[in-house]
Each structure stands twice: as structure tokens, then as C-alpha cells.
């Protein structure tokens, strides 16, 4: 069995997490030449590529299962070695998650777990369809997410439901939804996406 030097890990993850291997270099107090030298270290353990060269650097598939593996890695190591290291550096806890739950119940639902522990969140906003991607590629540990399904190694647990009340201002009402709130209507409507991306009704 294949095991890697977290050393080298640590390397390609600050690489991803950095944008590039001059700044990864910095991060680590290293040369940029030991870095290329790590990661090439672990390309050459797996045989395959782990990087992919572009600006700025993004994993492949398999180096997305290897930052998985560190996040997991590190999370374990908070967990057993916490009650030793109080008062030392913050818990990086990296969580994918849409722009409505942020902007209303995740907060306050954290508060309590954040008063009492070192942790310091890195919160990723995407769409609700799209935040499991970023756990798949081991961008972040959990995520708020509209799939039933869990990845291998997760677990899934049923948060509620958010509801939402549909209001319009009377002259848009009127000129845009004069006969209530068919499709038809909507397709014409004008509407604000939270990116490209963002689906809205189809014909």
C-alpha cells in the first residue's frame, strides 16, 4: 500500500490553496525548487500526474483524493491532540456552502460550536447543487447541500428546509405578473442569477 509523507502533502495543498508554487514557497519557509521537488516526489509514488500546470495550479483526480486524505488527516489529529495544543493556533475548518443558508441559519447555528472551540471557518459560497462537488474534490470538509447521496467516506445528515415567500413590488407585479405567477410569466420576467450558472425556467 501506497503511503504518502504528509510533508509532501503539505506541499500540494499549499500549492492549491496558495494559487501557485513562488507563494506555496513563502507559506512553507522553503525554496520553490524543494516544493516542485515534493510534489514531483509524490507524482513519481503514484505514477501519475497530480497537478495540473495551469495558473493557477488546479489537482487532478487523484491529487483530489490525496488533499481529501490530509484534511481528514488533520481534523484527527485536532481531535486527538486538541485538549494538548489549547491556546495554540486556530482549526482550519473549510465548508462549502450556498448564499442563502449563510446569509440566514448557518451562522447562529455555529455560534455555540465556534464560542467554545479554536476554529476558524473558511466558508466557499456556491450553488446548492454545486457544494458537494467542492467535498468531492476535497476543496473542503463538509457542505451544505441539496444530495441525498453521500460520498464515500462522508455522511449525510438531513439539515430541514428553507422556505421562501415570493413577494413583488405592485408595478412589477402588474406589469410583469398580471395574471398571477404562470411559467410563461416568468420566462419573461426580469431576474437576478447568483451567477451563470444559476438555473432559471425553462421554456
Given at each position: 500500500?501506497?503511503?504518502?509523507?504528509?510533508?509532501?502533502?503539505?506541499?500540494?495543498?499549499?500549492?492549491?490553496?496558495?494559487?501557485?508554487?513562488?507563494?506555496?514557497?513563502?507559506?512553507?519557509?522553503?525554496?520553490q525548487?524543494?516544493?516542485?521537488?515534493?510534489?514531483?516526489?509524490?507524482?513519481?509514488?503514484?505514477?501519475?500526474?497530480?497537478l495540473?500546470?495551469?495558473?493557477?495550479?488546479?489537482?487532478?483526480?487523484?491529487?483530489?483524493?490525496l488533499?481529501?486524505?490530509?484534511?481528514?488527516?488533520?481534523?484527527?489529529?485536532?481531535?486527538?491532540?486538541?485538549?494538548?495544543?489549547?491556546?495554540?493556533?486556530?482549526?482550519?475548518?473549510?465548508?462549502?456552502?450556498?448564499?442563502?443558508?449563510?446569509?440566514?441559519?448557518?451562522?447562529?447555528a455555529?455560534?455555540?460550536?465556534?464560542?467554545?472551540?479554536?476554529?476558524?471557518?473558511?466558508?466557499?459560497?456556491?450553488?446548492?447543487?454545486?457544494?458537494?462537488?467542492?467535498?468531492?474534490?476535497?476543496?473542503?470538509?463538509?457542505?451544505?447541500?441539496?444530495?441525498h447521496?453521500?460520498?464515500?467516506?462522508?455522511?449525510?445528515?438531513?439539515?430541514?428546509?428553507?422556505?421562501?415567500?415570493?413577494?413583488?413590488?405592485?408595478?412589477?407585479?402588474?406589469?410583469?405578473?398580471?395574471?398571477?405567477?404562470?411559467?410563461?410569466?416568468?420566462?419573461?420576467?426580469?431576474?437576478?442569477?447568483?451567477?451563470?450558472?444559476?438555473?432559471?425556467?425553462?421554456?
Amino acid at each position: 500500500m501506497k503511503r504518502p509523507d504528509y510533508r509532501t502533502l503539505q506541499a500540494l495543498d499549499a500549492v492549491i490553496r496558495e494559487r501557485g508554487f513562488e507563494r506555496a514557497a513563502q507559506k512553507l519557509c522553503i525554496t520553490q525548487s524543494a516544493v516542485s521537488q515534493r510534489i514531483k516526489q509524490l507524482e513519481n509514488m503514484f505514477g501519475q500526474p497530480l497537478l495540473v500546470r495551469t495558473v493557477p495550479p488546479r489537482p487532478t483526480e487523484q491529487g483530489q483524493k490525496l488533499l481529501a486524505l490530509l484534511r481528514q488527516v488533520e481534523l484527527l489529529e485536532e481531535e486527538w491532540l486538541g485538549d494538548e495544543q489549547t491556546g495554540s493556533t486556530p482549526l482550519l475548518l473549510s465548508l462549502a456552502v450556498n448564499a442563502d443558508s449563510l446569509a440566514t441559519w448557518l451562522l447562529p447555528a455555529l455560534a455555540p460550536v465556534l464560542a467554545d472551540s479554536p476554529i476558524r471557518l473558511n466558508l466557499q459560497v456556491e450553488d446548492e447543487t454545486r457544494t458537494q462537488e467542492r467535498l468531492r474534490r476535497g476543496e473542503v470538509v463538509g457542505a451544505v447541500s441539496i444530495q441525498h447521496q453521500a460520498l464515500p467516506s462522508c455522511l449525510v445528515d438531513k439539515l430541514g428546509a428553507l422556505d421562501y415567500l415570493f413577494v413583488a413590488s405592485k408595478p412589477f407585479a402588474e406589469r410583469y405578473l398580471p395574471n398571477g405567477v404562470p411559467r410563461s410569466s416568468l420566462l419573461i420576467a426580469p431576474a437576478v442569477a447568483f451567477d451563470l450558472e444559476d438555473g432559471r425556467p425553462q421554456a
